[in-house]
């Protein structure tokens, strides 16, 4: 069974520029979370999708940030105008509909804004 | 709000020997889980150990055990006859109830292992 997958692994862009992230979740998996980790602090949390709905987005940082998963499977989050504080690794998570306990984590994705 | 600390930044213990790392938290939830992840170099996050706070007996899995003390808000994982692949990042982290909740997390410790 293929794990939970992200794409791109890294990016550099420019302050003013967009950046558009993808996780695919698990096969099957409902639950789809969004964590970031800036260097040096905590992990995290941007939002949580059941299936395709925003389940909760309190950990969103502004209106510059917009996600979607849209028919429920893979999900992506857009930074538009990137800024240079959104610079960190972007890390998705996902967990079956019942027994949700345990998140399973993508590689991440390592984002640089100049 | 919740909140879970990792007091170490950094911790090393040579091959074979047992290392613990620390982790406590803040919580006015009677219900909820506690995890460790480990985020070796390659950077993929995985689940090292769960413990449910309703559960007394500590979790166990192979070489790595926790130490749960839910009055004193502590959750400490050992681990025992340490590898040079156990090097990595390890993640303390908090989640309310029986999932569907985001987990909260410690800033980790980073764990090297001497040869």
């Known amino acids: 069974e293929a794990g939970v997958t992200q794409f791109p692994s890294h990016s550099v862009i420019e302050k003013g520029q967009t950046v558009t992230l993808r996780c695919d979740p698990i096969?099957?998996?409902?639950?789809l979370y969004w964590y970031r980790r800036v260097m040096g602090k905590e992990i995290k949390f941007l939002l949580h999708?059941?299936?395709?709905?925003?389940?909760?987005e309190s950990g969103m940082p502004n209106n510059r940030f917009l996600a979607e998963r849209t028919g429920g499977t893979y999900s992506t989050l857009k930074v538009q105008p990137a800024e240079l504080e959104d610079s960190g690794v972007y890390f998705c998570?996902?967990?079956?509909?019942?027994?949700?306990?345990?998140?399973?984590f993508g590689p991440g994705t390592r984002l640089l804004v100049l | 709000a919740q909140t879970v600390t990792q007091s170490q930044p950094e911790m090393s213990v040579q091959e074979a020997e047992t290392v613990t790392l620390s982790c406590t938290y803040d919580?006015?939830?009677?219900?909820?889980?506690l995890f460790w992840y480990k985020q070796p170099p390659s950077r993929q996050m995985i689940l090292v150990i769960r413990?449910?706070?309703?559960?007394?007996q500590n979790a166990t899995e192979n070489r790595f055990s926790v130490n749960f003390q839910k009055a004193a808000k502590s959750f400490s994982l050992k681990i025992s006859d340490s590898q040079l692949g156990d090097a990595a990042m390890y993640f303390c982290?908090?989640?309310?109830?029986?999932?569907?909740?985001?987990?909260?997390f410690g800033k980790g410790t980073r764990l090297s292992v001497i040869a």
């Open positions: 998570a996902s967990s079956q509909r019942f027994n949700t306990e345990t998140q399973y």
């Open positions: 096969s099957g998996h409902d639950n």
């Open positions: 999708f059941v299936k395709e709905s925003k389940q909760d």
């Open positions: 919580t006015s939830e009677s219900d909820y889980y």
């Open positions: 413990q449910e706070a309703y559960k007394q």
């Open positions: 982290a908090y989640s309310w109830n029986s999932g569907n909740t985001p987990l909260v």
